[in-house]
Nanobody, 120 residues
Framework: QVQLVESGGGLVQAGGSLRLSCTASGLSISSVTVGWFRQAPAKDRELVASSGWTGTNGFYADSVKGRFTISRDSVNNTVYLVMNSLKPDDTGVYYC?????????????WGQGTQITVSS
């Protein structure tokens, strides 16, 4: 059974930093594309960053480019999202998601989400 468990959320002041972790079990992160999504209140869920299993450069939403960095730790089977220069607009529930191993770009496995609140 595949599980993705996020951690690292919390309350932070604008300008601060956080690091989210997404630890996988039941699959190897080296074989999947992993994405970080966020859902702000009254808004649709959006993809903010992703990292492909091919090792190619990932995707970043324009709103987070230069501030967020996605990385992988294959030893610990964990994907990180380092978030710097946080803004109130970054507030929301952050989810990690993964594709099937070596599969199409369809996120089928989801974590439970972790709340980030950025105060002004």
């Amino acid at each position: 059974q595949v599980q993705l468990v996020e951690s690292g959320g919390g309350l932070v002041q604008a300008g601060g930093s956080l690091r989210l972790s997404c630890t996988a079990s039941g699959l190897s992160i080296s074989s999947v594309t992993v994405g970080w999504f966020r859902q702000a209140p009254a808004k649709d869920r959006e993809l903010v960053a992703s990292s492909g299993w091919t090792g190619t450069n990932g995707f970043y939403a324009d709103s987070v480019k230069g501030r967020f960095t996605i990385s992988r730790d294959s030893v610990n089977n964990t994907v990180y999202l380092v978030m710097n220069s946080l803004k109130p607009d970054d507030t929301g529930v952050y989810y990690c998601a993964a594709t099937r191993p070596y599969g199409m770009l369809e996120y089928v496995f989801w974590g439970q989400g972790t709340q980030i609140t950025v105060s002004s």
